[in-house]
Each structure stands twice: as structure tokens, then as C-alpha cells.
């Protein structure tokens, strides 16, 4: 008898022991996915992982170590009882196929608060495969792709040190967030892939994209309808399209933008610099308060571009102008050099004209065998002080 007591004391304190310890692991807040089971496909073991987290009361961090792994779709969801992050220091590879999505995204993050996306690792959406398979230079209702990262209804957040790769449509999309920053993030695609813009960013507030580097095959950021407070520094951008507002005015009921800035960035080998576009004859708009201030421009073929007459692959009628309104927009100390001789063209809406327009030392060259550099304008006034390399408007 007095063995058997011993024997069981010895057990309950071994799981005492096995609890105590559990609950210290909790206690810190760190739930590993490799601790739910995670082998080569990941989506369960970090669905459940990220469960927990969510509903611990304490500030708590989901971990997915270094290693390569699988990801299937997935949605990462709120509202969480505290702080939540979620640490990728691998290298999570999506399904080559994209009929193995539905709906618009890889990954999910939604509905969180206080939401932190942090380490080395890199979202590869593999999708060399699916560039060839887009319709949607062709087709303006073609089938959407899916994206590498959706980010909607997210506040107070942070997103730093991570890698987006090859995503088959957008790399990230921004919906609906407040007060949300990308730092130290870098985007990666070949100029040839198709619809990959690095971030775009629509009816958000307070959203600042500083010190990373995108390089994608569409815009580096785009910034779509009800945009406001985007602060935009320290980005190196190319290959791409350069940092566009826009496109606006294709749909109805757009919301305005307002507070844009773009400041301290590189742009190198891109179709376009600093620009910012409209559908012409659709939908009215409203976009004010932009400004794009010590931008470095190299070998880039339109360096200063407002196009209010945007029609990609002749999917729209230019028999009517643009019905947005573009004001308080300047362009100063934008210098380096362009592919093409026009250097700025402001090419406004005829029934809705530019106001309040400022191009301050514009310094940038053109070498190349068409003639030296110059300006256009049309239906705008631009208030023009400083250096002016390119003469014309």
C-alpha cells in the first residue's frame, strides 16, 4: 500500500510539475506552431495556435520558426482579447495552382487591434505559374487572382522585417485600416509579372509605408479611393510602375483622398515615377493634398506624371474628360534622370482643371537621342519656382 501511495504521489506531482511547466510557457504568451502538430502544410496547426492567442487576456505572440512550409488559404481573424503577434521566421509557400483559392487572398488578417507582423521569413505566393494565366489586360471583368496579403479593418499596427514574394495578383492589399505601418518590408517580383502591385492602399487612415524596398511588375505602392494620411518615406522603388494615386474615377461613389506624402524615396528603372491618375468620361471624384518632395528619379520614363486621361489596354471612351478634381498638389525637389525627354506631363481633365498646382526644382535629365527635356501641360496653371531642367509648362 505504502508503495502505491508513494507511486501516485510521484505521478500527480509529474503532472503537476507538467502543468506548472505548460502554464509558464502560456504565461509567457508564446504559442510555437510546431507545438500544434505544424509539419509541412501549416494551416491548421497555426489556425489553432492563432486561436489561442486570441483569446489569451495576456499580450501573446504566435511563432512559426524557421523551416519551409506549406500554406493553404487562410483567414487570421479578430477581435483578440489583447495584443497579438504573429513572428514568421520561415518561409511559407502558397499553392502553385490558383484554382485552389477562392475569393481574392493568401492570407488574411482581419478585424484585429494592436496587431504586430513581425520577422525574417517571406509569404512566396509562387506565381510565376498564374502571371501567363491573367486575363485582366485584356478583360476588365476577368477573374481576380488571389493576393499574398490582405490586411482588413486592422488598427494600431505594425508590420516590419518581413518578405512578400511572387504573389500571383496584388502582394498586399490595405482595406478599411487605421493607424497602421509597414517598416523595413520588402516586396519581390520580376518587372514582367502581371498585376503585382507591392501595397495598395484604399479607404484607410493613417497608414505609413517607411524605409523598405518594393520591386514588382505593376505599381511599387498604388493608393486607391478614401485614402487620407499616407506618409510614404524612405521607399526604394523599381522595378514597377512607380508610386501612383490611382487609378480614380472608375467607379461610382468613390470616396475622396486627401494627405498624401511622399518623401525620400528612389525610384530606378520604373515606367513611371511619381504620378497620379483618373479614368476619364466615368465617375466623379475628389483627390487633394498630395505631395511628392526629394524624390530620386533613375532612368525613369515619366518622372512627373498627372494623367487624367487613363485608359489602359482601351477598356474605356475618351469622348468625355475626367470628372475628378485634382488640387493642392506639388512636386518639389524631384532630381536624377529620365529614359524619355518629357520629364514632367500634367495632362488634367478639360472639364475639371487642375488647381493649385506646384512644380518647385524639378532637376532631372535627359540624354538620350530625342531631343532635350521638356514639360507638358494642359488644363493647368502651375505655380513654377526654383530650377527647372525640363521647360515647357
Request: with cysteine; proline share 5%.
Amino acid at each position: 500500500m505504502g508503495l502505491k501511495v508513494v507511486s501516485s504521489a510521484i505521478i500527480s506531482l509529474s503532472l503537476f510539475l507538467l502543468l506548472a511547466s505548460t502554464a509558464k510557457a502560456q504565461s509567457k504568451g508564446v504559442f510555437d506552431v510546431t507545438k500544434y502538430g505544424a509539419d509541412k502544410d501549416i494551416t491548421e496547426a497555426l489556425t489553432n495556435a492563432w486561436k489561442d492567442a486570441c483569446a489569451s487576456t495576456n499580450p501573446s505572440k504566435v511563432l512559426i520558426p524557421s523551416g519551409t512550409y506549406s500554406l493553404r488559404k487562410l483567414t487570421l481573424a479578430g477581435p483578440c482579447k489583447a495584443a497579438i503577434e504573429l513572428q514568421v521566421e520561415g518561409m511559407l509557400k502558397a499553392p502553385v495552382d490558383p484554382n485552389q483559392f477562392s475569393g481574392g487572398h493568401w492570407v488574411n488578417f482581419e478585424h484585429v487591434d494592436k496587431f504586430t507582423l513581425s520577422g525574417s521569413g517571406t509569404f512566396d505566393g509562387q506565381g510565376k505559374a498564374a502571371w501567363s494565366k491573367s486575363t485582366c489586360q485584356k478583360d476588365k471583368d476577368c477573374d481576380s487572382l488571389p493576393m499574398n496579403l490582405r490586411f482588413d479593418f486592422i488598427t494600431n499596427a505594425l508590420v516590419r522585417d518581413i518578405t512578400t514574394r511572387d504573389s500571383k495578383n496584388f502582394h498586399v492589399n490595405v482595406l478599411g485600416c487605421k493607424n497602421l505601418t509597414f517598416q523595413h518590408f520588402t516586396v519581390s517580383a520580376p518587372g514582367e509579372s502581371v498585376n503585382t502591385d507591392g501595397i495598395h492602399v484604399g479607404r484607410s487612415n493613417g497608414i505609413y509605408i517607411i524605409d523598405s524596398k518594393i520591386g514588382t511588375g505593376d505599381d511599387c505602392i498604388s493608393v486607391g479611393d478614401g485614402t487620407e494620411e499616407l506618409h510614404i518615406t524612405g521607399v526604394t522603388c523599381g522595378p514597377g510602375h512607380g508610386i501612383s494615386v490611382g487609378s480614380l474615377g472608375k467607379y461610382p461613389n468613390e470616396e475622396p483622398v486627401s494627405g498624401i506624402y511622399v518623401k525620400n524615396c528612389t525610384i530606378s528603372d520604373t515606367t513611371n515615377g511619381v504620378r497620379i491618375k483618373s479614368w476619364p468620361a466615368l465617375y466623379g471624384g475628389v483627390a487633394s493634398n498630395m505631395h511628392f518632395e526629394d524624390i530620386v528619379m533613375n532612368n525613369v520614363q515619366n518622372p512627373v506624371i498627372i494623367d487624367q486621361v487613363y485608359c489602359p489596354w482601351n477598356q474605356c471612351s475618351l469622348k468625355a474628360p475626367s470628372k475628378v478634381k485634382i488640387s493642392g498638389v506639388s512636386f518639389k525637389n524631384i532630381r536624377g534622370t529620365s529614359a524619355t525627354p518629357v520629364v514632367v506631363q500634367i495632362a488634367c481633365s478639360s472639364g475639371f482643371p487642375c488647381e493649385k498646382v506646384e512644380l518647385a526644382d524639378i532637376k532631372v535629365a535627359y540624354s538620350g537621342p530625342d531631343g532635350p527635356a521638356k514639360s507638358q501641360c494642359s488644363n493647368v496653371k502651375p505655380i513654377i519656382s526654383g530650377i527647372m531642367s525640363a521647360p515647357g509648362c
